[in-house]
């Protein structure tokens, strides 16, 4: 498990290479071992039974975690205990010269990602 420190320390970091995203933290990402992997395509990690595209898209709306309709009370309580503990690993955040990384927070990355401006 990563000392608060080291997970600190990931949460600072600034993407290393840009890539085009939604505002959705989910999308693009699918669930593997109980952390969330980059998979840079349509995908939704919330649904974890099977692969599955983002709903928004399928309906040929923009993905946007604020107005996704998994974004509910019941999912924000849920994601809210372990936003400190699920780890992913968006691509962008990769560290240079390095062969692994520990990855970042759910929490840090949800912050990054619906900071963003909205893509159009």
Request: glycine letters at 4%; hydrophobic letters at 30%; charged letters at 30%.
């Amino acid at each position: 498990m990563l000392s608060l420190f080291t997970r600190k320390r990931y949460e600072e970091l600034k993407p290393v290479s840009s890539k085009e995203r939604y505002r959705c933290p989910f999308y693009g990402f699918h669930m593997a071992r109980g952390m969330l992997m980059d998979q840079s395509g349509n995908r939704c990690a919330l649904i974890t039974n099977s692969y599955s595209p983002c709903r928004m898209e399928i309906r040929i709306q923009t993905p946007d975690w604020s107005e996704c309709p998994f974004n509910n009370e019941e999912n924000r309580a849920a994601l809210e205990k372990i936003a400190d503990y699920l780890t992913i690993f968006p691509d962008e955040f990769y560290p240079e010269e390095t062969k692994s990384w520990k990855g970042m927070t759910f929490r840090g990355w949800q912050n990054y990602i619906m900071k963003r401006k909205p893509v159009s």
